[in-house]
């Protein structure tokens, strides 16, 4: 049986493909540093409004920069809205607000950290084994 999804659920994930191409091409401004993805995009179900998680990679990455490209992304919220409403084929298209997506920052410390469990348990039983011989 396919999954039904609603219609929100498909225009957000139409907005995630659109805006991650409007904001690669569109998007010149140099505050906005490394490279911006778009996670995920939650659609209000009267379809008034936008969640739009991003993340932001690159080399020189900090708390500061990411709040600054996040800042320079709300600003230029309705730039963007008037591109979507050319691209997609909506009546009324959703007013943007962009957050910064932790998730995947979060998911790499715990990988991090199961990694650094695991080494650690290795030691241990390698310890223990030499300790019988």
Do not use: W
């Not at 191409?21 to 998007?27: A, G, K, P, Y």
């Not at 998680?53 to 990411?66: C, K, L, N, P, R």
């Not at 957050?99 to 650690?120: M, N, P």
Request: aromatic content about 4%; glycine content about 4%; proline content about 2%.
């Amino acid at each position: 049986m396919a999954k039904e999804y609603s219609r929100a659920q498909r225009i957000g994930d139409q907005m995630q493909r659109e805006l991650a191409q409007l904001i690669l091409r569109e998007v010149k401004d140099p505050r906005v540093s490394g490279l911006v993805t778009v996670t995920a995009v939650e659609v209000s179900r009267d379809a008034s409004h936008a969640k739009v998680f991003v993340t932001v990679m690159g080399a020189e990455i900090d708390a500061e920069s990411i709040r600054q490209s996040v800042k320079v992304l709300n600003d230029a919220s309705g730039f963007l809205r008037m591109q979507l409403g050319k691209a997609m084929k909506l009546r009324s298209v959703p007013n943007l607000r962009f957050h910064y997506d932790e998730s995947v920052i979060r998911g790499a410390q715990l990988s991090a950290l199961i990694e650094r469990a695991v080494t650690e348990d290795r030691q241990h039983d390698d310890e223990a084994t030499d300790a019988k011989e």
